[in-house]
């Protein structure tokens, strides 16, 4: 393409990006609570209610995540924010924003330090091939719902997967600026972040500082001398990161999984997963963006001052610290984990992949430079198709526009899948038994109460609802959360269970004088 023709498509394609996040932000009217936004949002939940005081939510965040670490886990900036999880305040539609904006905005921001400021690409390039980037990372999540919709699983992962990449870009931007306000700025960004991510989820964790510690070998040995500033970063990192890891409440938790994998077997088990997910999870529509991405690319490596020698050693390095990303579960539980765990991995197989078609087209056009055989035929057979197929040439902005609004209207897309969500009625049809259940709880101040189960099941692999067992954790989570000393929940339609068995059960459990029944229209 032009440069004409790329203005006109980067600007068809921002246009789709647009238009295609507009039913992930619309759909926020309909969303509420679940399982885990009851039991770390309970306090809070309770505290702004009797106080509406902000600081006094931070007091109970506090309180929350210092239980939590010595019972449950030790994620402390993770359990902080699940805490104030926006629907105890009563917008819990806000999620949706929060993280599609968190991760919109950080993958133009990393995109940005590297194609401008690292790579020196025009603007015109960047936008395209961020705007691409973007709309892949976006539409083809593995667990769309676990990915934007529900808070504390996706904060967990999409949320710190995009500070991650905010550390990245303000890496870059100490390492690149000329500036000592700037450098000062960037660098107290950058240790705030470190101490945040390090608190959060250990797939992400685990990944990004084996990134910080390649990143400082590697610069270490280019430039004959170590990046203090990196290594000071990384010790940070490393500190807070064990202070998580050795929190009291994981050893409780690791306590419950049984058949765990040593070291050794998780390491060989990670890599193995790696690929599989890999095979598992690249499509057509990631292949032909990547098509469309391919002539930019080459561009900049082409122009690029870098030597580009080692091409195995970064598809070794750069597979390594994706494997990175999957040691965490493989270790903890042998898998590579639910939707929201594989959130992350559907992320930066992306990153992986580009990269790597950078570095690997610069070795092809460096060693074609120098003559090397089979890198001049693969250049002069490009060449010649280029020549042979140049009017065909000239419809492809139109081509790539068509990938690019299937790339957001195809089935497992996730603009896609939000928008069937509502023609279907199910997310409605959600939003209709959650406003009645909340208001029967709100509205009723018996502390016993029995409800009616859901009927409508949003589609995560973790959306578990109430049972007719009161110590079940979902159920003493609401309880919690609404000041309520039990709930119950009514027999489903396929179970064994009557209501008049569920009741004589519930008489014998709180005494008949202390329950409230009830009916749903």
Known sequence: MNKKQLKIVT???????????LPILWIGQYLHPFADDYVFGAEVYKTWNHTHSFLACIEGAWNVTTTMYHTWQGTYSACFLMALQPGVFGHYWLGPIILLFSLVSSTYTLLYMIIRKLLHASMI???????????MTVQFTWSYY???YWYNGAMYYTLFYSMSLFLGASLFEYQLSRSAIMKAIAGGVSIILA?????GNFVSGLGMGAILFTTIIFMGLRQKRWPRFYMLILAIYGIAFTTSVLAPGNAFRQITVEGKPNVIIAFFMAIGKSVEFLSDSFNIMQILIFFILAPTIVQMAK??????????LCILISMALYASFFFAHSYAMGTRGPGRVQNIYSYIHLWLIGINMYYLSGAIIRKAENKAPLSSVIVELITISKKKYTNTLHYAPYFIIAILVLSVTLKETTTNRTVSLMIKGTVQKFDKEMNER?????NNNKAIMILKPLTAKMPSDAFNDITIYPGYWINQGIAKYYNKEKIFALPSNNSTATPTMLLA?????????????????
Do not use: M
């Not at 936008?127 to 973007?134: C, D, E």
């Not at 909340?438 to 709100?442: C, N």
């Not at 059960?505 to 229209?521: S, T």
């Open 438 to 442: 909340e208001q029967a709880l709100l």
């Open 303 to 312: 122009k690029s001052h870098f030597k580009f020698s080692h091409p195995w």
């Open 146 to 148: 676990d990915a934007f």
């Open 505 to 521: 059960r519930c008489k014998r459990e709180v005494g008949p004088g202390n329950l409230k029944f009830i009916q749903f229209k």
């Open 195 to 199: 101490i945040i991510i390090a608190g």
């Open 11 to 21: 600007s068809v394609a921002i246009v789709i990006l647009i238009l295609s996040i």
């Open 125 to 135: 390039e960047y936008y395209f091939i961020s705007t691409l980037f973007v709309i």
